[in-house]
């Protein structure tokens, strides 16, 4: 075993204040990209086509669904549930895009843990549309309670899941994730 350096030894202490810092950064920009509008196209394509694949999925077990932009309503109008640029996961993922890419881990791992991540995120908040969808066709009465304290806790807690694993499931350093030996 070789000495290490001071300047590893170092950086190992501070490793986790170099990533809250970094995370922390990165977070106020994002806040600032979303509060200033300058991620509103984004945000708007990707409520749009939430709304499309969670409308496709719906109706292939219900043809009582209508699509109008990202406006899913019932027919014959029991309920309805627009997804708007605050139920779209976007700022979610933004910050599990920050905590993916300010961990040291390499960037082969990083871009499998981002694209894993982002389309588990994306794949849950479709599950959490669709439920909406019906908790306000079925028990309109509970919907405010689901969507604002159920399913917000939830799709938090899944992507804290997600970043959790990838963090533990890091090949350790000079360990290949393609061969064994």
């Not at 001071?6 to 806040?31: D, E």
């Not at 043809?63 to 309920?79: A, D, K, M, P, Y």
């Not at 890419?101 to 794949?123: D, N, R």
Request: charged share 15%; hydrophobic share 50%; glycine share 8%.
């Amino acid at each position: 075993m070789g000495k290490q350096s001071g300047n590893s030894v170092t950086i190992g202490k501070f490793r986790g204040l170099v990533f809250l810092l970094g995370y922390s950064a990165v977070f106020v920009l994002i806040q600032y990209l979303i509060v200033s509008g300058k991620l509103e196209f984004f945000s708007d394509k990707l409520s749009f086509g939430i709304a499309t694949f969670s409308t496709s999925i719906i109706s292939s077990v219900d043809s009582h669904i209508v699509q109008r932009g990202t406006l899913l309503i019932h027919e014959n109008g029991i309920g309805a549930v627009r997804i708007d640029n605050s139920c779209n996961a976007l700022e979610l993922m933004l910050l599990l895009l920050a905590a993916l890419s300010i961990y040291p881990a390499s960037w082969l791992y990083k871009g499998k843990g981002i694209a894993f991540c982002l389309v588990g995120i994306q794949l849950f908040n479709v599950v959490r549309i669709i439920t909406l969808y019906y908790v306000i066709e079925l028990w309109p009465e509970y919907f405010d309670l689901v969507h604002e304290y159920i399913w917000r806790f939830l799709v938090t807690l899944v992507a804290l899941t997600f970043f959790l694993i990838w963090v533990m499931l890091e090949p350790e350093e000079g360990e290949s994730s393609l061969t064994n030996t």
